[in-house]
């Protein structure tokens, strides 16, 4: 039986990632041999505002370093709107550049973005629409739509919930979401992203989503674990986590 180390570079402010990545993770342990340990590295942010954005992807270099010396098999950056704000396509300099800093401090760690993972996944799914939920202010995630389309993917509709505080978007109901997609125009979308945050919880809700609307269901953080076992040449497949992780891809 081998066990893997995940790694996580975690905004300071983030409750979510340290909870939904291990419940998909011991959920899988119910069904297959693997079994997973946790570690994360912070960085400072509180509010969600692209100043504080910025000044804490500035951060992730140090956390990459934290997360070498703990030798992780896989270290995640558990932030996807602080990789967006920074440019169209900003997720695979982010990754090779904390990659880089896992060599220099003597290990060589595969980096995944949440950003990244999102995008990738979508791609991996053969997805060309989506319809998307987020909880940023309207202008943050108007950047997030557009990072989204500029990777090749149309986002048909989308709702910007508008929680500036990180601590909020953590607190928010995943059992309002359901009712929240239901005002989704979803014409021509191939899946839903229930949510393009890794801080808004939506993992009990997957399901129920993917049922009401039948369409795929992804989030951000379900995208995240998906691209984290591809790293790992694990099986992706978790229960209850939705069908990027049914094991159909």
Known sequence: MKAFK????????????ETEIPAMLRAREQIRAERFTFHSSRMRMKKVVKEELAAMDGESDRCAVELSDARVDVLGYACLVAIMAM??????????????????AGADIRVITSAGALVDSLHHMGIGSIALVAPYMKPLTQTVVDYIEAEGITVVDHIALEIPDNLDVARHDPARLPDIVAGLSMAGADAI???ACVQMPS?????????????????AAVATTFQMLRALELETVVPGAGALLSGAY
Do not use: C, W
């Open 6 to 17: 995940i790694g996580q570079i975690v905004p300071s402010s983030n409750t979510t990632m």
């Open 87 to 104: 440019g169209p396509g900003y997720h695979h300099q982010s990754q090779a550049r904390l990659q880089k800093r896992t060599q220099d």
């Open 193 to 195: 992203v229930l949510s």
């Open 203 to 219: 993992l009990p809700a997957i399901a129920q989503v993917e049922a009401r609307f039948r369409k795929p269901v992804v989030t």
